[in-house]
């Protein structure tokens, strides 16, 4: 049995009241209800551990005689005999339950129906209940008893013929003035959905109850302990005599006791309501309580035998049974509608050709998957909207919220709540299902507000105060509301509410996007990769009396970048040397990094010095390619002297080496990138002499996340420093240490 924590509540013996009635240990109450006697025993030798203080009254027997002594000495030696021989014959007791005992009360044998449950701490809990009139049936035939509503239940087409069927089988089984079932949402705000009633009963029917009328240790009971009666609400408690287990020192979990004892907040909201006796049979759909069938008595107590009550425990789980089908066959009639749109979507999403956001505003579109009354989609920097939806504004604020929400999808029938500064108009967007996609990409659809009146019982927000004088003079408490009057309250700035099938739709959905937006992914990088692989030269010039090498390192994560270089001799013989970095990834900056690999080689092919010829590629940019942006190095090297010319555009200073421990940044002054309007290009010279050499790279190779790329450059110069005559794949081995990122671009020129 997994029992009730108790870190959180408060302790045993605390006056109750609505500040505290949410954490009331009400699984361990210390007393049950006086209909019976409650006798705790354990096993082995089924001696008496505790035993309820009414015993004198309704077995005649002082507590202090029964205490400590086995188990004859409160019920005789026959019928103790009998419980015995089923407990240890018994794994499961509640197959025997209720054991018919003749007690011997006063020299004159009395009918009991002896109630028993074991306990995992190694004690029975023993029930001894007074058999009033004639027992209906006994507990296996509990399936004869209601047979003819089970049937009714069976064929039963609807929700609310089930409820109806099951609610008027109750009553006439047990006798109850007012027989209703509740229906809980998300929130366990109840419902009543179906009710049968004395004729002179005002109806409940529609009814809405708040939450907090039942706490949540109060349904965790309810999910555990299918049903519980309370046959007289005025009822004085009988403590348990001795208060706590006298084994381990603690109170006594009486969660699966039927006589346990109720919460004086519970008695009162009931005594508010005029009811003297009441009864709930639990409704669960896996495992977790959906409803309740909740039956109410008002003149005066009311106890239906134990066999009584068993079976309509047992017709309450009829209809569980049943509720759980009807519902799960309506989720599968939509699950399967659901899947017929998407499978049209997802059909439509695999050409390649049409942007996936036309695929998904065509015929179904994503109105017919997710019923809403707009949708935005954003994917690969294609927006469309379908429907009405809020301005561009209201949407990029809603999908921050997504995005913070860390899900893959969020979700709300309230946006006003959880956005309460945008002063949203909710005749365009009271809720919204937002699909959160890699890149900032999304799918969001709204509904406007759906004014909706709900009838509830009573004030939902009324706390009632009761005043009662204490030593102090006048005291407050908390106490159940008074009135349970139909109250009606106007929902506003709410959506309809998104239904499991919608939330499991967008759920999938986004499943096929994630995967399709891979696929076109991966097409477009195989694109880029070659069309980058194809701009790279294929071989770099052999020198005689230089040494010249290249590597090139795309991005991690199949990234493709802007990186590109060059080598080439001139007709009279110089060697030209290139390398720039175009800004952005993918296609677009493979192309671009084409136009301008490709200007500036022919301008330099055609005799321009390096500073002219970036001057005329920063004029080509401007007018060709307006708003792209690049950094660019340029060389013209005479191999006969060492002489080099040289211009930057907005790119890292070449290191020279050789000649020191540490290598040294080339003598050559930084121009803005390429990109930029009014910029002349700074022509420098300088000469590498013998022995010394050249390296030219782009910032991948030096830059870190979290790190200021002076501390990189400062690591190259070192490396390059020890590294003497290192080819240019050498140096991002020795650079790369798992932390590249970026691409990475080396060019290496070493006179010997």
Not at 325 to 346: I, N, P, S, Y
Request: glycine residues 8%; negative net charge.
């Amino acid at each position: 049995m997994e029992r009730q924590p108790i870190d959180d509540l408060v302790p045993v013996g605390t006056p109750i009241d609505l500040d505290n009635c949410a954490r009331e240990p009400i699984h361990i109450p210390g007393s049950i209800q006086p209909r019976g006697v409650l006798a705790v025993v354990r096993e082995g030798d089924f001696e008496v551990r505790q035993v309820s203080a009414n015993v004198t009254q309704l077995l005649g027997r002082p507590a202090d005689a029964v205490v400590g002594r086995h188990l004859s000495a409160l019920v005789g030696a026959e019928q103790a005999a009998r419980l015995e021989r089923t407990a240890r014959t018994s794994r499961d007791l509640r197959q025997h339950n209720p054991i018919e005992c003749a007690i011997d009360v006063a020299g004159e044998p009395r009918a009991f129906d002896a109630i028993m449950h074991r306990d995992p701490g190694g004690v029975l809990l023993v029930e001894l209940e007074i058999a009033y009139g004639e027992r209906p049936f006994s507990f296996p035939n509990t399936y004869q008893a209601v047979r003819g509503a089970v049937e009714e239940l069976n064929r039963a087409s609807t929700l609310p013929e089930l409820y109806e069927t099951a609610a008027r089988a109750v009553r006439e089984l047990t006798g109850f003035d007012r027989v209703m079932v509740y229906r809980y949402d998300e929130e366990y705000n109840g419902e009543v959905v179906a009710e049968s009633k004395r004729h002179d009963l005002n109806s409940f029917l529609g009814l809405h109850y708040p939450s907090t009328d039942i706490p949540a240790q109060a349904r965790a009971l309810y999910e555990k302990n299918w049903i519980r009666l309370i046959s007289d609400v005025d009822y004085t408690p009988a403590p348990l005599v001795p208060g706590v287990d006298p084994a381990s020192g603690t109170p006594l979990d009486l969660t699966f006791a039927t006589l346990r004892s109720v919460s004086p907040i519970h008695i009162e909201y009931l005594q508010n309501m005029g009811v003297h006796a009441s009864m709930s049979i639990s409704l669960l759909r896996q495992g977790r309580l959906w409803g309740l069938i909740a039956c109410h008595h008002y003149a005066g107590p009311h106890l239906p035998p134990f066999g009584t009550r068993a079976a309509a425990e047992f017709l309450g789980s009829t209809l569980s049974l049943r509720l759980v089908d009807r519902f799960e066959d309506e989720q599968l009639h939509k699950r399967l509608a659901a899947q017929a749109v998407l499978g049209k979507l997802t059909a439509a999403t695999l050409n390649d050709s049409e942007p996936l956001t036309g695929s998904l505003l065509g015929a179904p579109d994503l109105l017919d998957l997710v019923p809403a009354d707009g949708v935005v989609v954003d994917i690969q920097g294609d927006r469309r909207v379908r429907g009405s939806v809020p301005p561009p504004e209201v949407v990029a604020a809603v999908m921050e919220w997504a995005r913070d929400a860390d899900d893959e999808i969020a979700i709300t029938e309230c946006l006003s709540l959880e956005l309460p500064e945008l002063g949203l108009d909710p005749e365009l967007a009271a809720g919204a299902v937002a699909i959160n996609l890699p890149d900032g990409q999304y799918a969001v659809w709204f509904r406007r507000e759906v004014l909706r009146s709900v009838d509830w019982g009573g004030d939902p927000h009324n706390k009632s105060i009761a005043v009662s004088e204490g030593r102090d003079g006048r005291a407050v408490r908390l106490s159940p509301r008074k009135s349970f009057d139909r109250w009606r309250e106007v929902v506003r700035r709410r959506s309809e509410p998104w239904t499991l099938s919608d939330t499991e739709s967008a759920g999938a959905l986004r499943r096929h996007l994630v995967e399709s937006l891979y696929r076109r992914t991966r097409g477009a990088l195989r694109v880029a990769e070659t069309l980058q692989r194809s701009l790279l030269p294929d071989v770099i010039p052999t020198l005689e009396s230089w040494q010249l090498s290249a590597h090139y390192e795309p991005a991690a994560g199949d990234n493709v970048g802007g990186d590109w270089y060059d080598a080439f001799e001139l007709r009279d013989g110089r060697l030209i040397v290139l390398i720039g970095d175009v800004a952005g990834h993918g296609i677009a900056a493979a192309g671009i990094m084409a136009a301008l690999r490709n200007a500036l080689r022919a301008q330099l092919f055609v005799g321009a010095a390096p500073a002219e010829a970036l001057d005329h590629l920063n004029e080509f940019c401007l007018h060709m390619l307006p708003g792209a942006f690049a950094t660019v190095i340029a060389a013209r090297v005479d191999l006969a002297s060492g002489h080099v010319e040289a211009a930057s555009a907005g790119h890292l200073m070449p290191f020279l080496t050789g000649t020191l421990r540490t290598a040294v940044p080339a003598p050559i002054r930084l121009s803005p990138p390429i990109g930029i309007k009014g910029v002349t290009y700074a022509p420098n010279t300088f000469t590498v002499e013998p022995g010394q050499g050249m390296v030219l790279y782009s910032d991948g190779l030096v830059e870190r996340r979290g790190e200021a790329i002076d501390d990189g450059l400062d690591r190259l110069a070192e490396t390059l420093g020890r590294a003497g005559e290192t080819p240019a794949s050498r140096i991002w081995t020795a650079m790369a240490s798992g932390h590249i990122e970026d691409d990475v671009t080396i060019i290496t020129l070493r006179r010997p």
